[in-house]
């Protein structure tokens, strides 16, 4: 019994652990690489509750102080198809 207990709880730790993230570029500017990164991110649970935050280029870099954008990147993290988390980083000066 103690077996199947501990079987189960390893099984639940390494599904909780389970994610995918995919990063993809978004766009780039001719303005030089600086080092500032902005970050703007929104959250959904099982996609129908939250993600009404701004994940945005503006907010982003408004968040990060970035006046001058040199290129932006977006990325979305899945938790077991549960929690996903959209995001988008922002570099520049």
Not at 45 to 71: E, M, Q, R
């Amino acid at each position: 019994m103690k077996k199947i207990v501990k079987f189960a709880l390893a099984c639940l730790v390494a599904a909780t652990a389970a994610s995918c993230s995919v990063t993809t570029p978004v766009t780039a500017t001719s303005n030089p690489v600086g080092n500032k990164c902005g970050i703007a991110t929104a959250t959904t649970v099982l996609t129908i509750f939250g993600g009404s935050a701004d994940c945005g280029i503006n907010k982003a870099a408004k968040n990060g102080g970035i006046t001058k954008i040199s290129h932006v990147d977006s990325y979305t993290k899945n938790y077991l198809g549960i929690v996903t988390i959209y995001g988008v980083r922002v570099y520049g000066e």
